[in-house]
Each structure stands twice: as structure tokens, then as C-alpha cells.
């Protein structure tokens, strides 16, 4: 048995022309959402993340803001850029493109964006909001994910689900929003003991360690449906996730694959968030 995909780009494209209909019907109302994207120092990766931001926020026909600071940018000058996008009326969401240099506390940086504009979700506010189940911004990418097993018509309750990896942008969330849905979930990460025995039990896997081959064939259950949230190079350069696809697909039942699984899906849920930043202010 062949794993059926999760096809992320699609499924971007319908949740983008959702998203542009209703851009539409809020500048009908006089109120275009904004977004601003902050990036500091010149990190390769994160320039070709902004520029995909940027280009979805006008595909969509929101308005967009890119600021770019050189890595000498102090932290009280980037602490007042947010602060002076805290208070423009015209930007919904603020995004700081993470990693910030080694002078500037990042996490000083996302507390001081106003939780009403913290449409990556990683505001402790925000946390605490997913946590206790109340309104807020849910990180993008788990978001992305939990839309991916939505798409498939996937029930959570009463379901297995292993998250490998606890970071506060992907584990962490992931596994409180797979709770909110009724599955039993398991977090595993590096002092887990025995990792296979974990994922053997699991009806979803979700693999956010950015480590190649994390999950292999034989440590999946078969129908299994596994998201890979890994983003990595292989010994060719080509780009490939945390999931050993060629063999794991063989055995689950759903994958997604990397590239044009999670990672498109991660960007349409920041416009959806900030599309929803501006839809609460219109009210």
C-alpha cells in the first residue's frame, strides 16, 4: 500500500482564495488588513521566508510592510520599531523574522508586540490563550497542520497522536491543539527512550525536529498518517524533511511530503491570522 499525499500547495490554494474573498469584503468596508514583517541581519533563509510572506499578503490583496535593519540594529531601536507598529492603525499583524542576532533577546521582542498583532502566535498571551482553550492566534505552522488533517475529513477523538519535538513554535502547540481535538497525545523528544515504541503506537505522527530520517518505515504503524513538519537538506542538497518519505509512505496511510507539504501551509495561516487580526477590528 502507497500512502495517499497531503498536498499542501493545493490545499493552500483553497484556503488563499477564501482568504482573498474575504480581503475583499473588508476593503469594501474601507479597512485593508496590513501586515509587517521586521527582518534584522541578512540570514539567507530567513530573506527567501520574507519574501514569500511579503508575496502572499499581495496575492491576496492585503497590504504589506517590509523593514529591513542591518544586524547592527540595536535591541532598543528594534523594541521601538515594534512599539511604533503596535500603534499604526493600518498593520493587523507584526511578524519579527526569527533568528534575531545574538545581541537582541528575542523573546523581549515578541512580549513587547501587542498580542492583538501577534500573528505568529508565540506571544505568551497567545500561549496561554491556546492553552486554556479561549480566543487567539495559534502558531502558523501546527495551525497548517491541524487544517491538513481537517482536509482529509481525519477524526482526532479517541486517536493516538505522537508529536516528536517540543519547541514552543511546532511541539508544544501541535500537541495542545491535537488535545483540544480529543486524541490522547504523546510528546517525545531527545530524552525520550525509546522513540520507536512510542511511534509504533500512534495513529498520527507529527515529526518537528529538523533531524533527516527521525522517522523511518519501521517505526510506523500501518494506515498511519504522518506530517512532517522537518525542513532539511540531504547529501545531494535537495531539500527533505524529518521523515524517511520513500520508505514511510509504503506504510502509512496519509504523508506529506517536503517540499509542498506543511510549508506552504505555514504561510497561508499567518495570512489567515492576520486576515482575522483585521476582521476582529472591523467587528
Known amino acids: 500500500m502507497t500512502a495517499q499525499l497531503i498536498d499542501g500547495n493545493a490545499l493552500s490554494r483553497q484556503l488563499r482564495a477564501d482568504v482573498t474573498a474575504r480581503v475583499t469584503a473588508l476593503k469594501a468596508k474601507g479597512i485593508t488588513p496590513g501586515l509587517a514583517v521586521v527582518l534584522v541581519g541578512d540570514n539567507p533563509a530567513s530573506q527567501v521566508y520574507v519574501?514569500?510572506?511579503?508575496?502572499?499578503?499581495?496575492?491576496?490583496?492585503?497590504?504589506?510592510?517590509?523593514?529591513?535593519?542591518?544586524?547592527?540594529?540595536?535591541?532598543?531601536?528594534?523594541?521601538?520599531?515594534?512599539?511604533?507598529?503596535?500603534?499604526?492603525?493600518?498593520?493587523?499583524?507584526?511578524?519579527?523574522?526569527?533568528?534575531?542576532?545574538?545581541?537582541?533577546?528575542?523573546?523581549?521582542?515578541?512580549?513587547?508586540?501587542?498580542?492583538?498583532?501577534?500573528?505568529?502566535?508565540?506571544?505568551?498571551?497567545?500561549?496561554?490563550?491556546?492553552?486554556?482553550?479561549?480566543?487567539?492566534?495559534?502558531?502558523?505552522?501546527?495551525?497548517?497542520?491541524?487544517?491538513?488533517?481537517?482536509?482529509?475529513?481525519?477524526?482526532?477523538?479517541?486517536?493516538?497522536?505522537?508529536?516528536?519535538?517540543?519547541?514552543?513554535?511546532?511541539?508544544?502547540?501541535?500537541?495542545?491543539m491535537l488535545l483540544q481535538q480529543n486524541a490522547t497525545v504523546t510528546i517525545c523528544h531527545s530524552g525520550t527512550k525509546d522513540l520507536k515504541a512510542m511511534t509504533l503506537q500512534a495513529d498520527v505522527i507529527v515529526a518537528a525536529v529538523g533531524k533527516r530520517n527521525v522517522l523511518t518505515a519501521d517505526m510506523v504503524k500501518p494506515g498511519a498518517v504522518v506530517l512532517d513538519v522537518g525542513m532539511n537538506r540531504n547529501d545531494e542538497g535537495k531539500l527533505c524533511g524529518d521523515v524517511d518519505f520513500d520508505g514511510v509512505k509504503e506504510v502509512a496511510g496519509w504523508i506529506t511530503p517536503v517540499p509542498g507539504g506543511v510549508g506552504p501551509m505555514t504561510i497561508t495561516m499567518l495570512m489567515v491570522n492576520t486576515l482575522e487580526s483585521a476582521e476582529r477590528l472591523a467587528g
Open 51 to 176: 519574501r514569500n510572506k511579503v508575496k502572499a499578503c499581495e496575492d491576496t490583496g492585503m497590504h504589506s510592510v517590509l523593514e529591513r535593519w542591518p544586524a547592527t540594529l540595536s535591541e532598543t531601536e528594534l523594541l521601538a520599531r515594534v512599539d511604533a507598529l503596535n500603534a499604526d492603525t493600518t498593520i493587523h499583524g507584526i511578524l519579527v523574522q526569527l533568528p534575531l542576532p545574538a545581541h537582541i533577546d528575542a523573546q523581549k521582542v515578541i512580549e513587547a508586540i501587542s498580542p492583538a498583532k501577534d500573528v505568529d502566535g508565540f506571544h505568551i498571551a497567545s500561549a496561554g490563550a491556546l492553552m486554556t482553550g479561549m480566543p487567539g492566534f495559534w502558531p502558523c505552522t501546527p495551525y497548517g497542520c491541524m487544517k491538513m488533517l481537517e482536509s482529509i475529513g481525519y477524526e482526532l477523538k479517541g486517536k493516538h497522536a505522537v508529536v516528536i519535538g517540543r519547541s514552543n513554535i511546532v511541539g508544544k502547540p501541535m500537541a495542545l
